[in-house]
């Protein structure tokens, strides 16, 4: 079993963030509770995700999401210089997403860390020149307030965060436009279904409805089903109960949690329609699953 590092080695409950930047050489597989984006300042090796190896060179940014296993191979006379930032879904609100209306800007937030793996790491971006002048300059102001602690800086690391996540998102759809697509209007429906989707996977703990979703998106309730349904075949909901089951099925087998703490750490208040979504989706009731009795998944993963 791999090393899974708590959020609460590096961040504080009231500010769920955490950012330094460290000269290094190979690290083993781990995982982690929080989101980590990176940024390779200098140097290169190999960044081992889920098992696959995927050359590093400067100028590479990329998110590992929560429960992902990665590790770093560096050659013994090579070290690699990055920027390691940490934090919680919940670091950006969704009362700050609504009030800004960025959801559609935030694309290598919500749409690029839940490709398939070959996608995701053989197109990763990397930045060269003023674009990686203007991530770095980003990275480093918010290492500062982070130090200094002066007032007002969690408010304006927050607001860096989103600047540096919506000025990835735009590099990122320059890197997509170059590539051949569908007409503008069907691509645009192909991403707006996908935002959703890594939307609801960084929110899976909340209470989410059509209505909330709809707001934040910018699209009606009847809309909202539709474009799941052609992009993924599902409706949100079925997409939203197989994201926390799988979350669900983690944390009955790495942790010691009751199951109604873990229906409950995954959004669902009532035990009973958990355990019943359980058996439906994974083929036994949580019990047996973290015994290993029975196992047998009935659904098929996107």
């Known amino acids: ?50 098992g696959s190896p995927y050359e590093l060179h400067a100028g590479d940014v990329f998110i ?21 930032c940490l934090f919680m879904p919940s670091f950006i609100s969704d ?13 290598f937030f919500y749409v690029h860390p839940f490709l398939k793996h070959d996608v995701r790491f053989n197109h990763r971006l990397n930045l060269h020149g003023q674009e ?41 759809s320059l890197m997509q436009q170059q590539r051949v697509h569908p007409s503008p209007r069907q691509m645009e429906r192909e991403m707006t279904a996908r935002r959703i989707y890594g939307y609801l ?26 474009l799941m349904r052609e992009e993924f075949n599902r409706s949100v909901f079925d997409v939203l109960h197989e994201i926390r089951m799988e979350r669900a ?20 208040e009532d035990q009973s329609f958990f355990n019943r979504l359980f058996l439906r989706h994974v083929g036994c009731s949580p019990s047996q699953y973290r015994t290993g009795a029975g196992i047998g998944e009935t659904y098929t993963q996107r």
């Open 132 to 172: 990686a002048d203007s991530v770095q300059t980003l990275l480093d102001s918010m290492i500062r307030e982070l130090a200094s602690r002066v007032s007002g800086h969690t408010m304006l690391i927050r607001l860096q965060m989103i600047e540096l996540l919506i000025l990835l998102s735009r590099y990122y």
């Open 249 to 268: 099925k983690h944390l009955l087998l790495e942790t010691d949690d009751k199951v109604i703490n873990v229906a409950t750490t995954v959004g669902y």
């Open 201 to 226: 996977e960084r929110s899976y703990e909340k209470k989410i409805t059509l209505q909330s979703l709809s707001g934040l998106f910018n699209v009606s309730t009847r809309q909202l089903n539709r």
């Open 64 to 84: 590992i999401n929560p429960g992902e296993i990665h590790a770093y191979d560096v050659e013994d006379n090579e070290q690699i210089e990055i920027i390691n």
């Open 95 to 107: 009362t700050l997403l609504s009030e800004l209306e960025i959801t559609g800007s935030m694309d």
């Open 1 to 50: 079993m791999q090393d899974i590092l708590s959020r609460n080695n590096y961040m504080k409950d009231e500010f769920p963030f955490w950012i330094k930047r460290t000269v290094q050489g190979s690290i083993s597989e781990h995982g982690h509770e929080f989101v980590e984006l990176v940024y390779v300042v200098r140097g290169r090796g190999l960044h081992i995700f889920q």
